[in-house]
């Protein structure tokens, strides 16, 4: 008589991932930094060396496009700028203008000849904090690319066995506290192969302290 013991993942033929996670991860990446961590990171790189009266000219230059663009998203009409969403771009603007606002009033207050950003304390700041995030959403993001490969290893595999191995993995498990399913995955996790093909599984105790999935 043949028994039925479903097998835990194993590693076997890869499985295609679905969409959905990763169309859920691209999402939130777009959806990171906000309309302000553009517009300062954007004005800290552009208003580096740049006198008062360049300065005064991005704050005229952004004010126009903060109008240009919620007209534009008023009426409904086309935005071509790089296809970026009408909605983000009208918001970006008038970060922009807003930031450069308070780079040329801290060059005014400062005395500056021209923007300095690394005695900007608080676009120091700000920067900082973004490269923290930057360098986080970067680690979480390798975890996931880890995990997907990892997952594409794994398989839900079904094993039949005949009444007599089943007896014996069967009582195995009953000694350990362990699923029948977690002692053929330790068993598998032990597998050797050797250079002539040959399969062999070195002695050992199953464990519940294994970590093995059973899911």
Do not use: C
């Not at 906000?34 to 208003?47: P, Y």
């Amino acid at each position: 008589m043949m028994q039925h013991v479903p097998l835990a993942k194993t590693r076997d033929t890869p499985q295609p991932p679905t969409a959905g996670p990763i169309s859920s991860q691209q999402e939130k990446g777009n959806r990171m930094w906000s309309a302000q961590d553009v517009a300062r990171d954007q004005v800290r790189r552009q208003a580096n060396g740049l006198d008062m009266a360049a300065v005064a000219e991005k704050v005229a230059e952004a004010a126009a496009r903060e109008r240009e663009t919620a007209e534009q998203l008023r009426r409904g009409g086309p935005f071509s700028e790089f296809e970026t969403n009408p909605e983000r771009l009208a918001a970006i603007w008038a970060a922009k203008r807003v930031e450069w606002q308070r780079v040329r009033d801290l060059t005014a207050q400062a005395g500056w000849s021209a923007y300095e950003p690394d005695r900007d304390t608080e676009g120091s700041t700000w920067a900082q904090e973004r490269e923290k995030r930057r360098d986080g959403a970067l680690a979480a993001r390798a975890a996931f690319e880890a995990r997907r490969r990892e997952e594409a290893d794994e398989l839900r595999a079904e094993l039949w066995l005949s009444a007599a191995p089943s007896r014996l993995i069967r009582a195995a498990a009953d000694r350990a506290g362990l699923m029948p399913t977690q002692v053929l995955a330790q068993l598998a996790e032990r597998v050797v192969v050797g250079e002539d093909g040959t399969v062999s599984v070195p002695p050992f105790t199953p464990s519940p302290q294994s970590g093995q999935k059973t899911s």
